[in-house]
């Protein structure tokens, strides 16, 4: 048996560079929990399809555990942390622009920074990729000091980590890290039948609104479609990539994803993709992309080229909730942002971000900051809490069957 050498730490410019295999054995070992945007297919499909790359601002340096076997073997992958040198901070989701402001305004060059995150997905999930195994806190703590060994060697402003899981949050708070959170809005699927299920765990009024919302969206003769797997074509993704453009332009001003990238998710996990369109008189007129996980349904973009009432509700949300509960998923996180989702069944939920910052003046200003901006959002998910559509107590929910 040939010697055992100790651990290695590289990096590499481009998920091409680690076999699929090695990857997705880090990073979806659990097929329940199957987290579509840490696969190897989507993080390939963002890199070859132009739309993640230096040129666009996102430099691959993503960080690779490789623990030595015997000599005469490949290299296994104990562990992989998706890491990109970016040179400004669109489309991220957690919001630094202010930092930014700051540290330029003091004489400092807040970029480049490194950061950890899926390009364009506000979607939570493991950014610290291992391997099961009883050496996985090893792995975990080397990954961890090798973050920021490539903090220091690329001279950047600070190292951030994105919409990681709390577990990870909390361990990487004990290392040093500053923590963030902040709230988005999932629907949280509670063993519903199907949806009248879950309308009935609303209030009247509310389960009244909703109702009313749905058949408004589908008036004028508008039909909804799943669209999945081997029943997607490029001639869908050409209709959807102009409702995406529409929507791209009003928001940012730029699409982040180009075309080629939809036609590589196409050809590579079409089965994880779920596109709902919707169509009137022959053609089609809005849609929404989701992603399928092992237990979470994904909403990650939509566009229109009709404005009809509450389409965007019909589409982005309750669809959502409909292939949920059909399929037994248990949440449904449809992106960043969106008081309006609350009144449609969607709960205020913590997000989780930790930060890495070298200067010690900079880094003593954004801890005060954090500490209070982490009291508000508590503050918030309390008070959004109270504003839910759901019946609150069993004497509530015995008077509203008595009434109906």
């Excluded at 950047?156 to 919409?163: E, G, R, T, V």
């Excluded at 092992?294 to 939509?302: M, P, S």
Aim: with cysteine; proline share 5%.
């Amino acid at each position: 048996m040939g010697d055992i050498a100790p651990p290695i730490l590289r990096t590499v410019s481009t998920v091409s560079e680690i076999p699929a295999a090695q990857w997705n054995a880090c990073a979806n070992p659990n097929p329940a929990h199957y987290n579509p945007f840490v696969d190897h297919a989507f993080l390939l499909a963002l890199e070859e399809s132009g739309s993640a790359t230096p040129e666009t601002g996102w430099a691959a340096q993503h960080l690779i555990l490789e623990n030595s076997l015997e000599s005469n073997q490949a290299n296994q992958i104990a562990g992989i942390v998706p890491l990109y040198l970016k040179s400004h901070s669109k489309g991220e989701y957690i919001f630094d622009h202010g930092w930014a402001e700051a540290w330029h305004r003091a004489g400092g060059q807040y970029y480049p920074k490194l950061l950890s995150a899926i390009p364009f997905t506000p979607s939570g999930g493991p950014r610290l990729l291992l391997r099961p195994g009883p050496e996985q806190e090893i792995a975990r703590a080397a990954l961890t000091e090798g973050m920021i060994a490539l903090t220091g060697k690329f001279n950047a402003s600070s190292l951030h980590i994105n919409f990681l899981p709390e577990d990870d949050w909390n361990a990487l708070g004990d290392c040093g890290f500053l923590k963030r959170t902040d709230q988005q809005f999932h629907w949280l699927n509670r063993d519903f039948e199907n949806f009248d299920g879950f309308l009935a765990s609303l209030t009247a009024r509310k389960r009244k609104n909703l109702k009313k919302e749905r058949i408004r969206a589908l008036e004028n003769g508008i039909e909804v479609e799943w669209l999945t797997g081997a029943d997607l074509t490029e001639a869908h993704w050409d209709t959807f990539y102009d409702f995406y453009l529409d929507t791209s332009n009003r928001k940012w001003g730029q699409a982040y994803l180009t075309r080629a990238f939809f036609s590589h998710i196409n050809e590579t996990m079409p089965d994880k993709t779920l596109l709902v369109m919707a169509r009137r008189d022959g053609r089609y007129i809005a849609g929404a992309l989701n992603f399928i996980g092992g237990d979470v349904l994904f909403g990650r973009n939509w566009g229109c080229i009709e404005d009809h009432p509450f389409l965007h509700f019909e589409l982005c949300y309750y669809q959502a909730i409909d292939f949920a509960i059909a399929h037994g998923l248990k949440r449904v996180e449809a992106g960043a942002q969106g008081t309006h989702k609350l009144a449609r069944g969607y709960e205020p939920c913590r997000t989780y971000s930790t930060h890495y910052i070298p200067h010690e003046g900079f880094r003593d200003a954004i801890e005060n900051f954090l500490e209070h901006e982490r009291r508000h959002v508590e503050q918030d998910i309390e008070t959004l809490k109270n504003y839910t559509p759901f019946k609150q107590n069993e004497n509530q929910i015995k008077k509203e069957s008595d009434d109906e």
